[in-house]
């Protein structure tokens, strides 16, 4: 299989919070992240995709494509954002780096097409700080 992948940043904001728990239980459970005026993260989102090497053009995916459909998608929407309540493909939902990354992950299984017919997404991975990093695949 050979892949290619395409690297992205952005900053955003979030808190972790459930509305169900008191404030220490919240905090009990999510530590800073659960500071009531939120926080931000500079984040760095990859996204791998396969496909086969079109002989003409000796490319998988033309890359800029690859990169306005995800710009597009997500970028534009979540950067300089509140994710708790400026993206409405994750209202509702707590935006820990898991949740974050599997809304991006259907978001661009469903979109990617728009750019490309015969590729097929193998990997998001979404950095949350250098050290905190989740993987879909
Ligand atoms: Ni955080």
């Given at each position: 299989?050979?892949?290619i992948?395409k690297?992205?940043?952005?900053?955003?904001?979030?808190?972790?919070h459930?509305?169900?728990?008191?404030?220490?239980?919240?905090?009990?459970?999510?530590?800073?992240c659960?500071?009531?005026a939120g926080?931000?993260?500079?984040?760095?989102l990859?996204?791998?995709?396969?496909?086969?090497?079109?002989?003409?053009?000796?490319?998988?995916?033309?890359?800029?494509?690859?990169?306005?459909?995800?710009?597009?998608?997500?970028?534009?929407q979540?950067?300089?954002?509140n994710l708790?309540?400026?993206?409405?493909?994750?209202?509702?939902?707590?935006?820990?780096?898991?949740?974050?990354?599997d809304?991006?992950?259907?978001?661009?299984?469903e979109?990617?097409?728009?750019?490309?017919r015969?590729?097929t997404l193998m990997k998001?991975?979404?950095r949350e700080?250098?050290?905190?990093?989740?993987?879909?695949?």
């Amino acid at each position: 299989v050979i892949t290619i992948t395409k690297i992205f940043n952005f900053c955003a904001g979030h808190r972790l919070h459930l509305p169900e728990m008191s404030d220490s239980e919240n905090f009990e459970l999510f530590g800073a992240c659960s500071n009531p005026a939120g926080h931000g993260h500079n984040y760095v989102l990859e996204i791998t995709v396969s496909g086969n090497v079109d002989p003409k053009t000796g490319m998988i995916i033309d890359l800029k494509d690859l990169k306005d459909v995800v710009t597009r998608e997500i970028i534009d929407q979540v950067d300089h954002k509140n994710l708790n309540c400026d993206v409405p493909w994750l209202s509702g939902k707590i935006p820990t780096t898991e949740v974050f990354a599997d809304a991006i992950w259907q978001r661009l299984r469903e979109n990617i097409f728009s750019v490309a017919r015969r590729i097929t997404l193998m990997k998001v991975v979404l950095r949350e700080t250098p050290f905190n990093v989740v993987e879909i695949t």
